[in-house]
């Protein structure tokens, strides 16, 4: 028969291992897997606190002034992530294009966890098919 020690004992040892498993499925989002070249540079320069930051220069390295519009539209569309696949809360990925005359707005998410996403948030203005302006920022959006 068992104590009531040791059953007290089994207990916190299963809590324990639940409090893990929880634990590590929550933080898969930690480590995205990008193919874009963009991203990854985006992602090894900001920390998950970096809300709200410029990443104008970051952007720039491969969105530079005077790029075509066609060229920069395929950047874009190829900068995504590839989201964790966790068992019990579904990853959101935010990935938006949208136009206002010449200025074109691009979210991608860059990392997606239980608790939020981070977004890179791009603004581009053309002018005769270049690119004039750019802006770019990291954004975050908690659940």
Known sequence: MLSTGRLIGIGFGLFAVVCLVFTYDYSRGRL????????????????SRDC????????????????EQAQAERILAAAEIVPPK?????PVVENATSWTGETLEALRTIKTTAFGNNLLRIHLTFGEGRLRRLAAEVVCRFD
């Open 32 to 47: 995205p897997q990008t193919a874009s070249p963009l991203i990854a540079d985006v992602l090894a320069a900001t920390t």
């Open 52 to 67: 709200g930051r410029d990443a104008t220069a970051i952007v720039q390295k491969y969105l530079p002034p005077g790029i």
């Open 86 to 90: 966790p068992w019990f809360w579904k």
